[in-house]
């Protein structure tokens, strides 16, 4: 049986994909290197950032997401009904602007052709050596990066009835892992950002769409997909930032607008929020996590190469303790470090330099 909420050094998931492997896959789109040849590549890489995840001494490992194009891929290679055309997103920050989302939209009845995480977990049992983590994009995320008015309408009349199949196939994954032993399952859910956003809700609401509806609807589809899941088995987190890619964001704002209905009423274990930059807004909302659920407090950020100072992130971690009870406690970076695998702008050692601080800081709070 996992030991719940005592994971004090985490981390969202994603790593920089090493050039080697950026490599290997663009000869693969090129058709220029086997798909075996691909995968030799990606083992070798995983295994070294597992090593390098136990060296330093972080509590979950992961493996770096380095099979996946994007944090939320997997669903299309592994769902047939997704077609290659993508939603528009405003990103913010370096290089910002429209541009499209690497989810692909709905076109099509969706059917389950495979696992989504059938070709990752079989490395990571066999090498992780230590607890891991296996990610998995909610329902949620789809309702608005998938669902394409004049596409998608044509196969789900609404958002909800595409949320009802989303939430089926990720529930049927999570009980799959859980039947391969995995021990802590993390969904990612960045779009509930949308609903904290006062530009975003405005936008939505000029489109005729009720964005605290919508909140409620991705809160019922994801807790849907943790229905009948043996949960004395497994640790269930939730991570939710405002977007990550190639150190771009794409919504603003604190958790005050969504934190009574997603904390109170999401049915995890644990949330990994993002608490980087004033763009996240204060601890306060804090106050409504339920008694018994943890936060891990994405203090580290992994858009940029600066590193944070320890005293820093400490006296921060004491200020969120005022709201949270600090035995509920744990901190990581705000979000992965390559979301998408191109990465954020910042190099392999810097990540290791924040990860390393994460430990550092988990170590000198909790023990």
């Known amino acids: 049986m996992p030991v719940k909420n005592r994971y004090r050094a985490d981390h969202v998931g994603s790593l920089l994909r090493p050039a080697e492997l950026l490599e290997a896959?663009?000869?693969?789109?090129?058709?220029?290197?086997?798909?075996?040849?691909?995968?030799?590549?990606?083992?070798?890489?995983?295994?070294?950032?597992?090593?390098?995840?136990?060296?330093?001494?972080?509590?979950?490992?992961?493996?770096?997401?380095?099979?996946?194009?994007?944090?939320?891929?997997?669903?299309?290679?592994?769902?047939?009904?997704?077609?290659?055309?993508?939603?528009?997103?405003?990103?913010?920050g370096p290089g910002g602007g429209p541009e499209e989302s690497s989810a692909n939209a709905v076109g099509g009845k969706l059917r389950q052709h495979r696992k989504l995480t059938a070709c990752e977990l079989p490395l990571l049992r066999q090498e992780a050596r230590a607890p891991f983590k296996v990610t998995l994009p909610a329902p949620s995320n789809f309702m608005i990066s998938s669902y394409k008015p004049g596409l998608t309408d044509r196969f789900y009349e609404s958002r909800a009835a595409l949320l009802q199949d989303l939430a089926g196939i990720i529930r049927q994954e999570i009980q799959w892992l859980i039947e391969q032993g995995v021990i802590y399952i993390q969904l990612d859910a960045p779009y509930y950002s949308h609903y904290l956003d006062p530009e975003h809700r405005e936008k939505n609401i000029s489109e005729g769409r009720d964005p605290d509806r919508e909140l409620a609807g991705g809160i019922a589809a994801d807790n849907a997909a943790l229905e009948g899941i043996p949960r004395d088995q497994v640790n269930v987190a939730m991570h939710v930032c405002r977007g990550n890619s190639r150190s771009r964001w794409f919504t603003e704002g604190g958790y005050d607008l969504i934190a009574a209905k997603l904390f109170e009423e999401m049915n995890v274990d644990r949330f990994l929020l993002e608490f980087d930059t004033e763009r996240s807004g204060s601890f306060e909302p804090l106050r409504r996590i339920p008694r018994g659920k943890s936060v891990v407090l994405g203090l580290v950020t992994t858009k940029e190469p600066r590193l944070e100072s320890k005293d820093e992130v400490r006296r921060r971690i004491d200020l969120a303790a005022k709201c949270v009870p600090i035995e509920n406690l744990a901190v990581s970076p705000q979000c992965g470090f390559a979301s998408v695998a191109a990465g954020n702008l910042l190099s392999e050692d810097d990540q290791w330099r924040k990860l390393d601080l994460v430990v550092e800081v988990a170590r000198k709070v909790w023990g």
Do not use: C
């Open 25 to 92: 896959r663009d000869a693969f789109a090129r058709h220029a290197v086997s798909e075996e040849q691909l995968r030799a590549v990606e083992n070798r890489a995983i295994r070294k950032i597992l090593q390098r995840q136990r060296d330093i001494g972080l509590d979950i490992l992961s493996d770096g997401e380095l099979r996946r194009g994007s944090w939320l891929t997997d669903m299309a290679e592994a769902v047939e009904g997704f077609v290659r055309e993508r939603v528009v997103l405003d990103w913010k």
